[in-house]
């Protein structure tokens, strides 16, 4: 199908080339001796000829080894926007970063519609303090345009030594040209869970990310105050994921019973469903959980679980829409294959993968827009074809708008500071709202 459309094209610009190639006899025909090979030898064999046409045609020298490795990038790339092969280089680094510090910019990408997309950036990071944000479609890199980049490329050149500087061109929904956001790359720390009293019986618990340690802290400081607990508010906004067991935990501690999520893939090791331990210390505290576009993976995971369960109102923004399951499979010493193998299954049976979860109460982080578009409501192609256009625009005209950084205040009074933000924030207090009412529901009952 591929040899058929690309000579098609070929021949439609009408440059002979079409002509050229029918006169050179590259595959052999098929006969009744061949017919009756084996499908799968059958494939293989044809891999093996394209590889040998490319060896001996292509209009550049390309050793056999190259033309492997770039099929089995070009394979593994085209499965999903997830799946990708590692070479030694990506490999080594994917494994461990033991020589030196490696600096980032702490944000988390993925690819959306074909783009290399911003999850979400991470509170207090140098991405964060830069301006960036959830939804960010990253066009360059330094100048080096991300069409067609894996995402292992766009994060092997993101990262860096610490007080490196890079530079980010982005599309934003919301901004009518391209923006250049300047960062300085540094060892990026992150406190994942933060907790403070909002009000009197109310307390603000946000997860940044699902590290080794999230279900420890979120429980502790609940427990801290569970004497006086009468609401939760879960802020999940801008949390690109982390270990499936924190994201498990988490629900456990809210939900006593049933299945919390599941995940299906064709292999019977990979089916597995996880279900409530049956101790939910908090069962019957009333929950509100903020979610926005960069609620990603294991956030999607805690906050369509509560909902399933009818154990909390999800309040925000559409989330990411990142549920399925990659593993890494060594293939030698050198590299080795990322590969998607299963997909998450809330307790209710939907999926998360391309959906993401839908709050209950849809409410944009500042002005009002449409609920149903989550900022890449287009076709996949749509959309590339309108980012080639705004990289023919850089191209002629270098003067892109500059983000301007985040002003960070040094207040020492770090909690009290938080509190009199959540004040201004249109989503907090939609959730808080929604909490108040569930506690004066309980209390009637």
Do not use: C
Request: proline share 3%.
């Amino acid at each position: 199908m591929r040899k058929s459309v690309i000579f098609g094209a070929i021949a439609a610009i009408g440059i002979g080339a079409a002509i050229y190639t029918s006169q050179i006899s590259l595959v052999p025909t098929a006969n009744a001796a061949n017919a009756e090979i084996d499908p799968k030898l059958a494939a293989f064999a044809r891999y093996t000829k394209v590889v040998g046409i490319v060896q001996k045609y292509y209009v550049e020298d390309i050793n056999l080894s190259d033309i492997v490795t770039k099929s089995l990038q070009g394979m593994l790339s085209n499965l999903d926007a997830h799946s990708s092969y590692l070479d030694e280089k990506q490999y080594k680094s994917l494994k461990v970063e033991t020589e030196g510090e490696f600096g980032g910019l702490g944000i988390t990408v993925g690819m959306k519609n074909g783009a290399l997309t911003v999850i979400a950036p991470i509170e207090g990071t140098p991405a964060y303090k830069a301006g960036i944000q959830a939804g960010d479609v990253i066009l360059k890199i330094d100048d080096k345009s991300t069409l067609n980049m894996t995402i292992d490329e766009a994060v092997n050149l993101m990262r860096g030594k610490p007080k490196t500087k890079i530079e980010l061109t982005i599309v934003r929904k919301s901004e009518a040209k391209p923006l250049k956001v300047g960062i300085t790359r540094e060892i990026i720390n992150i406190q994942s869970v933060k907790s403070y009293k909002v009000e009197d019986g109310i307390m603000y618990v946000s997860i940044a990310s699902f590290d080794k340690k999230v279900v420890e802290n979120v429980s502790k400081a609940l427990s801290e105050n569970k004497s006086n607990l009468k609401g939760v508010v879960l802020d999940l906004r801008n949390d690109p994921g982390g270990l499936l067991d924190q994201a498990i935990g988490v629900v456990d501690l809210f939900v006593e019973k049933g299945v919390i999520v599941s995940q299906k893939g064709r292999v019977k090791e990979e089916n597995v469903v996880y279900e409530a331990s049956g101790k939910a210390p908090f069962k019957d505290i009333p929950v509100a959980v903020l979610v926005n576009a960069g609620s990603a993976s294991a956030s999607e995971i805690v906050s369509g679980a509560l909902q399933d369960h009818k154990r909390a109102i999800i309040v925000g923004e559409k989330t990411f829409g990142k549920g399925s399951v990659q593993v890494i499979l060594p293939i030698d010493a050198t590299d080795a294959v990322r590969l998607t193998v299963a997909r998450y299954y809330l307790p209710s049976g939907r999926t998360i993968q391309a959906v993401g979860v839908t709050p209950d109460i849809i409410m944009p982080a500042a002005k009002i827009a449409d609920p149903v578009d989550d900022g890449f409501s287009v076709k996949e192609a749509d959309l590339k074809k309108h980012l080639t256009g705004e990289l023919e625009k850089l191209n002629k005209d270098s003067n892109a708008a500059k983000v301007q950084p985040k002003t960070v205040s040094k207040d020492s009074n770090g909690t009290n500071q938080a509190v009199e933000t959540l004040q201004k924030d249109v989503q907090f207090q939609t959730a808080l709202g929604v909490v108040k009412a569930l506690v004066i529901n309980k209390q009637a009952k």
